[in-house]
Nanobody, 125 residues
Framework: QVQLVESGGGLVQAGDSLRLSCVLS????????MAWFRQAPGKEREFAAA????????DYADSVKGRFTISRDNAKNTVYLQMNSLKPEDTAVYYC??????????????????WGQGTQVTVPS
């Protein structure tokens, strides 16, 4: 059974930091490139960041570039999202996702095979 389990969300103040984690089980982790998406209330799920199979290449949405860092530890089957300088507009449910191929389409939701259940991040204004 394939599972992606996120953790690390919470309620923080503007300017604070959080680190999200996501563990993949049931599949060989290094065969998948990983991403984080987020969904704010009343909005569509949007791409935030992605990292390739080895961790050598990353991609970020403009809205998080310079503040968020995606990384992975293949020995722990885990992908991370370090979020710094958080803003109220970062408030959302954050989902991790896994895809076996199609790095060129990494910003597209339909490219991902597996999804986690989401973790809430709240930054009050």
């Amino acid at each position: 059974q394939v599972q992606l389990v996120e953790s690390g969300g919470g309620l923080v103040q503007a300017g604070d930091s959080l680190r999200l984690s996501c563990v993949l089980s049931g599949r060989t982790f290094h065969n998948y490139y990983m991403a984080w998406f987020r969904q704010a209330p009343g909005k569509e799920r949007e791409f935030a960041a992605a990292i390739d199979w080895s961790g050598g290449s990353t991609d970020y949405a403009d809205s998080v570039k310079g503040r968020f860092t995606i990384s992975r530890d293949n020995a722990k089957n885990t992908v991370y999202l370090q979020m710094n300088s958080l803003k109220p507009e970062d408030t959302a449910v954050y989902y991790c996702a896994a895809a076996p191929q199609g790095w060129a389409s990494k910003r597209l939701r339909r490219n991902y095979t597996y999804w986690g259940q989401g973790t809430q991040v709240t930054v009050p204004s």
